[in-house]
């Protein structure tokens, strides 16, 4: 099944899960990355905050208010230089002295933001975010703690790598994009393939239809799925009802004509007897009420088959015969170019029905050439092919061709015929939906250009 555009079922119901899927998994994959991104950050702080208070209970004041301690926060980036992890203690109060600072901080000083910038919380706690010395983000705790009756204030600082957090979120977000976009893919393909088996029957009905229509079925056959098997049966009732009615009709038309060939007959035989002027009048006019009813029912006949299925006719031998009968009654004549180009044509109708349009137009030819007449036909898109006859002649400008497809008119009463031949390949033309058109040549004189049905797919004519 192919994808034909915005007005293809398949397109649309591929196209509208696509989006829900592609849609789903951004929301899905945004909040997995907020929430990894808030569980991460909130872990990396509650870290740096019981680091601090291991730094704090490490570290005492002598009496005479020098800061001492050996804290061992237990991590072995704190003794790394230029890691990002640093602890720092510092006086806080006139009576206190001294600094202590991780191995990793050594002699450099992190910059402390003003209390305005950056205030202590209820518990004289309180965070930020500062530059590091190795041109990373770090991540500080700071608390201030008295540390023995004299009110001797130290300043508790820890720091940590938020450079090495921030590139952790970044990985998990680009794997999870990754991850998610893999499973969406995933997902879209065999949802795609989960459509497409499941409108497979709608192809398998219109490939029943093409069947149909081809004259390779009387029906649509198949095992189909329970939703569409009413439909089958529908169409195959739509299809049998349309086949007896005409049927019907043709019988009808068919009695018809066997009614009148009696009276026909009588009326001609009489037309004989009577003589003179008024039996040749009796005897034209019996022989016009003869044409019109075999015509008639000739058009019922194109009707009819023109809705049928089971007719073809192939386009080259007519042509070739045609040609060769044209020869043989116009010595005179000689036809250029090849009659087909490209592959075999089959039309889709009854070969006496095309030969009689073509034959029409090729003896319309003949009556004006000067002795050139040239035949084609070719495949043309939509499933149609055009038959083409041209010739030599004065040919028609556009008010003589109109009135050269009415019916009965003919433009020199010199030239042999009864006017009809033009205005029954229209009608003709019409009953197989197909077009006529007449134009210059450029031979000089008319150019006919029949586009009929052709039959589709492999045919055995």
């Not at 230089?81 to 006086?91: C, D, F, K």
Request: proline share 5%; with cysteine; net charge neutral.
């Amino acid at each position: 099944m192919r994808l034909r555009g915005p007005d293809s079922l398949t397109f649309r119901v591929i196209a509208l899960s696509s989006l829900w899927a592609i849609a789903a998994f951004s929301v899905i994959g945004g909040l997995i990355s907020s929430l990894y991104g808030q569980t991460a950050s909130r872990g990396f702080e509650e870290l740096l905050v019981a680091q601090l208070y291991n730094l704090v209970n490490s570290v005492s004041v002598t009496p005479e208010g020098l800061l001492t301690g050996t804290p061992d926060l237990g991590d072995l980036r704190y003794a790394q230089p230029l890691s990002g992890w640093y602890w720092e203690v510092l006086p806080a109060a006139a009576n206190t002295k001294g600094r202590l600072a991780s191995v990793s901080l050594g002699g450099a000083e992190i910059v402390s933001p003003n209390a305005k910038v950056a205030p202590f919380d209820l518990y004289y706690r309180r965070d930020y975010e500062a530059p590091g010395l190795d041109g990373e983000e770090l991540k500080v705790v700071e608390t201030e703690i008295v540390l023995d009756q004299e009110n001797r204030v130290a300043r508790f600082r820890v720091m940590g790598n938020a450079s090495l957090l921030n590139a952790d979120t970044a990985q998990f977000d680009w794997r999870l994009g990754l991850y998610l976009g893999c499973f969406g893919l995933g997902s879209i393909l065999i949802n795609a393939i989960a459509i497409l088996y499941g409108l497979r029957p709608l192809v398998a009905v219109r490939r029943a239809l093409g069947e149909v229509r081809a004259g390779r079925a009387e029906g649509l056959k198949g095992d189909f799925p329970a939703e569409i098997r009413p439909l089958t049966q529908e169409m195959n009732g739509l299809i049998d009802n349309n086949r007896r009615i005409v049927e019907r009709a043709r019988t009808q038309v068919g009695n018809l004509a066997h009614s009148l060939k009696t009276p026909i007959a009588v009326l001609t035989n009489e037309a004989t007897a009577i003589g003179g002027e008024k039996g040749r009048l009796v005897a034209e006019q019996t022989e016009s009420m003869r044409f019109q009813v075999q015509h008639y029912l000739d058009r019922a006949r194109v009707a009819a088959q023109s809705e049928g299925v089971v007719f073809r006719a192939p386009v080259g031998p007519a042509l070739e015969r045609l040609a060769r009968v044209m020869v043989k009654l116009h010595p005179g004549i000689r036809f250029e170019g090849p009659l087909l180009s490209g592959a075999a044509l089959v039309f889709a109708g009854e070969s006496q029905d095309y030969e009689e349009m073509v034959g029409n137009l090729l003896e319309n030819a003949a009556k004006w050439t000067k002795g050139v007449i040239r035949l084609s036909a070719r495949a043309e898109d939509g499933g149609t092919f055009r038959t083409v006859i041209e010739d030599d002649g004065p040919g028609l400008d556009e008010a003589e061709i109109v009135e050269a497809l009415k019916r009965g008119r003919r433009l020199d009463e010199n030239k042999p015929g009864s006017g009809l031949g033009l205005s029954i390949v229209a009608e003709t033309v019409r009953e197989y939906r197909g077009t006529l058109t007449l134009t210059r040549s450029e031979l000089g004189g008319l150019k006919a250009e029949i586009v009929l049905p052709l039959v589709l797919g492999p045919q055995t004519p």
